[in-house]
């Protein structure tokens, strides 16, 4: 989509720590690949699937697990969610 890249870009320049947290059935590596296929990894610390690690969103171990991957586990975790819902 447009203006998502610099978007990324923008909130990291500002300090803002992301993560991705999905419930792929692809594992976090193949996830990091198609993200950096469309330069969109570089604003995220880290990419995380639930094919990585057995439990899906919204269970809280997934977040938990995405906290400790976080730089200096300290994340408030936000959701924004793929779907999209015309207005």
């Known amino acids: 989509e447009p203006g998502v890249s610099e978007t990324l870009q923008a909130l990291n320049a500002d300090g803002i720590k992301m993560g991705v947290v999905s419930n ?11 993200l950096q296929k469309h330069d969109l990894l570089q604003p995220f610390e880290f990419v995380l699937s639930s094919a ?28 924004l969610d793929s779907n999209y819902l015309p207005l």
Not at 55 to 76: E, T
Request: glycine share 12%; net charge positive; aromatic share 8%.
């Open 24 to 34: 792929s059935s692809f594992s976090g590596a193949v996830l990091s690949w198609e």
């Open 52 to 79: 990585d690690c057995g439990i899906r969103k919204p269970h809280p171990l997934i977040f938990g697990r995405s906290k400790k991957r976080a730089q200096g586990g300290r994340m408030r975790p936000i959701t």
